[in-house]
């Protein structure tokens, strides 16, 4: 069997962890397992992509890969395949990396799954529908590799103590028209990383704004070491930016505690954030559906129980 | 300007979705709706041509009632429709869909080409780009907003962290967020004016599109097991419930 590639999204600041994530699954699925990482910080992630599964890492630093989007990278990937013709490939459900799979499926023409939760091998793979209330697998054919985009955080990463060869891959862009990333705005949120955080408090349209992200601010404040994410809804109408979105787009969660205060528990949601441990939703609505999957589900006046919740936290603390 | 919006006609968005006995989702019985996350592409395409001239076409490909979606946006005030249906495609996997509809711009080439950033059904998001690399096209995906000037597009893409700012040459194809705009309601001006807007059906084959087979298949569906009941709690004791939660959990 060919083997099994991971295309690894890196950062300067390191290799992202749904890469760490899909080697730590690629190396269950008994091919040789390589990583291809292209764009600022490749060399410097391949010893993590080694510690994790990967036996070769494909390499370019070159900064073209995140100055266009897409493009450089699914050429300089075809060109890669040619040469080496891998079975499948994993990708993270992420923007960037959708371009990247998008792009490449139209030149290899191979079969392209998106939103997968699972990996059996290279001829099969399973996602969830419905908000996660139907398990589909689905069969790959076609010619390889497989494209499979996998959604962030469905395996837990796990060093396997290995060590990669890094393989300098040339650079592909063929001519033509791209487009061009001229400036970068970071819109960072304060307090713990929405994914690292063991307590997400996440607002929806019941907010009614942006002032009463506070609120729930003030309640992670309290308890310490919380996130507070969004609905779809609440970035859509400009409340928080994207960064603080949860669902199907956007992150996925798996805290020990969420709280959902004034959001409906559309499938879109639900999927980012049904993997917590347990549940709290608020919602003056008794038929929202996030009530039906909530450990505790209270009907009621979310302006009001936050900020009690917030001062019962704050009493507990201090006694 | 003229622009080309990509339209897809969904189940009802707030309804309850079914797959038939053949695993594929159920796109029929008179529920659907136009893809709530295209009405904000085909927003931001109005206001261009609005702004400085030119038409918006909108295409969709979907089952004989995929055609109430493309008459919403001829009533929203998009120019002329074109509907690809035909009964080879039903089941259509990413690549074929995106053939098809690669097929169809090139017949009509635009300045901008404009679709969601991923259905509101599947939400696969590959689609648009594939596209775009078989039309030899720019591309921008996640846009939330969109400018043009003398050369070409200032766009703002969604990243991880915050936002880039990209230049795009004419002609591009982007792909919108929702909440790039605030899409507007089809007057019943705008409802009447739709019937007599041109509307043009094509199949695969008057696309030249032949090799309509699936690389996909279902192999098997199961029941996720169901998530036991919790406790509904009023108001007044969810506090305490919460806190002893949260107590437990050790997280204060």
């Known amino acids: ?22 080697l730590t699954k690629a190396r269950t699925l008994g091919a040789d397992v390589a990583a291809v990482a292209l764009g600022p910080g490749a060399s410097e992630a391949v ?22 989007p897409g493009r450089a990278a699914a050429h300089t990937l075809h060109a890669l395949i040619g040469q080496h013709r891998p079975a499948l490939i994993l990708f993270a ?33 399973r996602t969830e529908i419905f908000g996660g209330t139907k398990v589909v697998d689905v069969d790959l054919a076609g010619p390889e590799p497989r494209l499979v985009l996998v959604r962030p955080r469905s395996f837990v990463a796990e060093p396997s103590g290995g060590t990669a060869t890094t393989v300098p891959v040339e650079v592909v862009i063929p001519g033509g ?47 310490g070491g919380a996130a507070v994410g969004a609905s779809r809804a609440a970035v859509d109408a400009g409340w928080v930016p994207y960064s603080f979105q949860i669902g199907q787009t956007g992150k996925t969660v798996k805290p020990e505690i969420y709280i959902a205060a004034g959001i409906s528990g559309a499938l879109q949601h639900v999927v980012g954030m049904k993997g917590a441990k347990r549940i709290v939703a608020i919602n003056k609505d008794a038929d929202a559906p996030i ?22 936290v704050r009493k507990r603390a201090t006694s | 300007m003229n622009i080309t919006v990509l339209a897809k006609y969904v189940p009802n968005p707030t309804g309850t979705p079914e797959l038939g006995p053949d695993n594929l989702l159920v796109r029929t019985g008179g529920d659907g709706a136009l893809d709530p996350g295209d009405e904000y592409g085909l927003e931001l395409a109005l206001q261009l041509v609005e702004a400085s001239g030119g038409e918006v076409t909108v295409v969709s490909m979907g089952p004989d009632e ?28 990413a690549l074929v869909t995106a053939r098809v509809l690669a097929a169809a711009i090139a ?31 720019a591309s921008v995906t996640a846009v939330r907003r969109l400018e043009v000037d003398a050369d070409g597009f200032r766009i703002e893409r969604q990243t991880e962290s915050g936002y880039d700012v990209l230049r795009a040459p004419v002609p591009t194809l982007v792909t919108v967020t929702a909440g790039a705009t605030e899409p507007r309601y089809p007057s019943l001006k705008g409802i009447m004016a739709a019937k007599a807007k041109p509307m043009e059906r094509l199949t695969a084959a008057d696309l030249g599109v032949e090799d309509l087979d699936a690389s996909q298949s279902v ?23 919460i806190a002893d939660l949260l107590a437990e959990a050790k997280v204060i």
């Open chain 1, 93 to 125: 459900s992420t923007y960037d990396a959708r371009d990247v799979a998008g792009r490449l499926q139209a030149l290899t023409g191979s079969t392209l799954m998106a939103n997968a939760t699972d990996v059996e091998g290279p001829t099969r793979a």
């Open chain 2, 219 to 241: 192999a098997i569906v199961t029941d996720a097991p169901p998530k036991a009941g919790g406790e509904i709690v009023s108001g007044e004791d969810a506090i305490g419930r």
């Open chain 1, 177 to 223: 028209a791209t487009a061009s990333v001229i400036e970068r705005h970071a819109e960072a949120a304060s307090g713990p990383k929405l994914e690292e955080a063991n307590v997400v408090i996440a607002g929806g349209r019941g907010l009614g704004g942006p002032e009463p992200f506070a609120m729930l601010q003030e309640l992670a404040t309290a308890i």
């Open chain 2, 107 to 137: 017949r009509q080439p635009a300045d901008l080409v404009i679709a969601g950033a991923e259905s509101t059904d599947g939400y696969t998001g590959t689609v648009p780009v594939t596209m775009a690399e078989l039309l030899g096209m």
């Open chain 1, 47 to 68: 010893a993590e992509l080694g510690a994790h599964g990967a036996t070769t890492v494909y390499a370019n630093d070159e900064p073209v890969f995140a100055d266009q």
């Open chain 1, 1 to 22: 069997m060919g083997a099994v590639w991971v295309y690894a999204e890196v950062t300067p600041e390191g290799p992202q962890a749904a890469a760490l994530e899909l």
């Open chain 1, 291 to 312: 009530l039906r999957i909530a450990d505790i589900a209270v009907i009621g006046d979310l302006f009001q129980i936050v900020p009690a919740l917030t001062e019962e």
């Open chain 2, 66 to 93: 995929a055609i109430a979606g493309v008459q919403r946006a001829l009533a929203m005030g998009a120019h002329k429709g074109v509907l690809i249906t035909d009964p080879a495609l039903r089941g259509a996997d």
